[in-house]
């Protein structure tokens, strides 16, 4: 029997329900996220209508069921900054570990490259070790941390931010 394929794609409006899904999940229980409201329908569509050619969203596919996600986003909407983006990508549950998030984070770097951005910024609750280590396999080098900045389940977090020049 083969081995699953997962398919790294460009999002289409039918996977928006499980990429909603797979936010809000991380909205209630971690702290991958710094959101502590889950986004309702109109305000994930809003989201998505934000990305386009210049800030693709990704998915991983797995015989038709999405299974994670990756986005660019514009880093700041001031014009100097117009060659950086930055990148998140978010995996359910029951597929961690299973090198889905670094497939879908190397399609952001290349898809990043092919759109002729300069930086690539990734925002990392420091207690997401995993992430962190993560980008810095695939490239990404500590820039800085900026100490006690979000607030999320009663714990005051440092957000570790890290960069890649490509």
């Not at 001031?78 to 597929?95: G, I, L, N, Q």
């Not at 979000?150 to 440092?158: N, Q």
Request: hydrophobic share 40%; glycine share 8%.
């Amino acid at each position: 029997m083969a081995a699953p394929v997962i398919e790294i794609r460009t999002a289409n409006h039918g996977d928006l329900p499980r990429i909603l899904s797979i936010y809000n999940h991380e909205v209630r229980v971690s702290t991958a996220t710094y959101d502590t409201i889950p986004r309702t329908e109109a305000e994930h569509r809003t989201w998505f209508s934000i990305h386009g050619s210049d800030y693709p969203v990704l998915v991983a596919d797995l015989d038709g069921e999405v299974i994670g996600w990756a986005s660019l986003s514009p880093w700041s909407d001031r014009a100097a900054y117009s060659r950086t983006a930055e990148v998140s990508e978010y995996v359910d549950e029951d597929h961690r570990r299973k090198g889905v998030g670094r497939r879908l984070l190397e399609e952001l770097i290349q898809a990043g490259r092919a759109r002729g951005y300069h930086a690539l910024l990734a925002r990392i609750s420091a207690d997401n070790e995993a992430s962190i280590r993560m980008h810095a396999e695939l490239g990404f080098s500590v820039a800085g941390t900026l100490r006690e900045v979000g607030e999320k389940f009663g714990r005051i977090l440092d957000v570790c931010i890290m960069e890649m020049l490509i």
